[in-house]
């Protein structure tokens, strides 16, 4: 049975759609990501190509659903991520929501989030896509200090992703979002206070702050196995997210999820529908689809992504329905990296008694009462909650 059979749930859940953009300049060291450059491509698959391919799988989706007697549902969300989808330019991402318009339509109100590079934009791209319909960016900056971003083999000019969210503001977008990288080898905890300074300047409502994590088969693991660099310290990282949530909270942002801050009401819908069990189809290369409890996702290769589309089919690699043990436990993982935590009820009354247990070591609380009680992660327990949910469970 195909994936997208998946019945529809009696009280459906959001639904967004994700586009995915394989296309990059150049290939950062640390970066695992379903990304090609131009070398790596070939002449196998053109930006133009990939339009085509991805807007014939937005048709396939819609007419797919359609025939399995599943309920069309608006888009909630839209996020086209990558990669780098500010290499598209304006005029192709404008093709993209179109797309999505045509295959599922866009709810009242809908929040559209276009990941950038800073070094491909400018004020026109910036006017072109707001006219468009986006209404969120979210602009990759990593670090303010040269030599960190020259570790990370990022390419931009340490000022641009300030300058590229000013020209966003500017153009209409209330909501702004920056990506900062922390625990890169090199970087002082003065330069991750000088980004900190710029971010905070920029005015953006949105920060989104990763620990570098060194992935097996990128050249950074490659340098680090060779002695070039040493591997990200545990309890550094630990001590620097603490600095950065200090000066973010006191700026008026505030964390809702392990690695997201935000100013009231600029909180990121679309990922707020993943981590809260939300339906999603995501489309493009290597894009992953949730819908009723069935996941599936789509070949890698571009090339290959596109052959399948051309011949009429919807390019899915595999499939899997999650059982009631997966949903459970991923209602766990993914809701305890959630300020807001989880409802109590979902507890089953061993985990209860392991969260009570947990809840005395400082590192899980419970608040509320009655039907609104639920559990959440302290400050002390945040970084730690994929392994309080392997606690939990037992």
């Given at each position: ?20 953009v394989?296309?990059?300049a ?13 070398g ?7 930006p ?13 989706a ?21 990669g ?12 993209l ?42 602009l ?40 900062l ?8 905890m ?8 710029a971010?905070l ?5 949105h920060v ?20 070039e660099?040493p ?28 690695s ?25 290369p ?5 819908l ?32 009631e ?18 409802p ?6 061993a ?10 070591r ?7 009462a ?19 949910v ?5």
């Amino acid at each position: 049975m195909s994936a997208a059979a998946a019945a529809a749930p009696a009280d459906p859940a959001p639904f967004g759609v994700y586009l995915h953009v394989p296309f990059c300049a150049a290939r950062c060291g640390y970066c695992d990501f379903n990304t090609y450059t131009p070398g790596e491509l070939g002449d196998a698959t053109s930006p133009a190509s990939y339009l085509d391919a991805i807007l014939g799988e937005l048709d396939f989706a819609a007419a797919d659903l359609a025939r399995r007697g599943i309920p069309p549902r608006p888009a909630e969300t839209v996020f086209v991520g990558g990669g780098t989808p500010s290499l598209l330019g304006a005029a192709a991402l404008a093709r993209l929501l179109e797309g999505v318009r045509g295959a599922f339509g866009l709810a009242p109100g809908a929040e559209v989030t276009t990941e950038a590079n800073p070094e491909s934009t400018d004020p026109a791209f910036f006017e072109g896509i707001r006219a468009a319909g986006f209404t969120r960016v979210s602009l990759g900056m990593q670090s303010a200090a040269p030599h960190v971003l020259a570790t990370l083999g990022r390419r931009h000019r340490p000022g641009r992703p300030v300058a590229a969210a000013a020209e966003a503001r500017a153009a209409g977008f209330e909501h702004v979002n920056l990506d900062l990288i922390y625990g890169t080898p090199g970087e002082s905890m003065a330069d991750l206070d000088a980004s900190l300074d710029a971010v905070l300047a920029a005015g953006v409502d949105h920060v989104s702050a990763y620990s570098l994590i060194v992935e097996e088969g990128t050249a950074m693991a490659r340098r680090v196995r060779r002695g070039e660099l040493p591997m990200p310290d545990d309890d550094d990282l630990a001590e620097r997210h603490a600095r950065i949530d200090a000066r973010l909270v006191d700026a008026g942002l505030s964390w809702y999820e392990v690695s997201n801050w935000a100013a009231p009401g600029g909180r990121c819908r679309h990922n707020l529908l993943y981590w809260r069990d939300g339906d999603w189809w995501g489309a493009g290369p290597g894009a992953h689809s949730h819908l009723g409890g069935r996941r599936f996702h789509n070949v890698k290769h571009p090339a290959r992504y596109a052959a399948l589309v051309s011949a009429g089919r919807l390019p899915l690699a595999g499939e899997e329905l999650l059982t009631e043990e997966d949903r459970h436990v991923e209602a766990l993982m993914l809701g305890l990296r959630l300020a807001e935590g989880i409802p109590a009820a979902r507890l089953r009354p061993a985990e209860r008694a392991r969260a009570e247990a947990i809840a005395g070591r400082g590192l899980l609380e419970f608040t509320g009462a009655g039907a609104d009680r639920r559990l959440r992660v302290t400050d002390a327990g945040r970084l730690l909650a994929d392994g309080l949910v392997l606690d939990l469970l037992g």
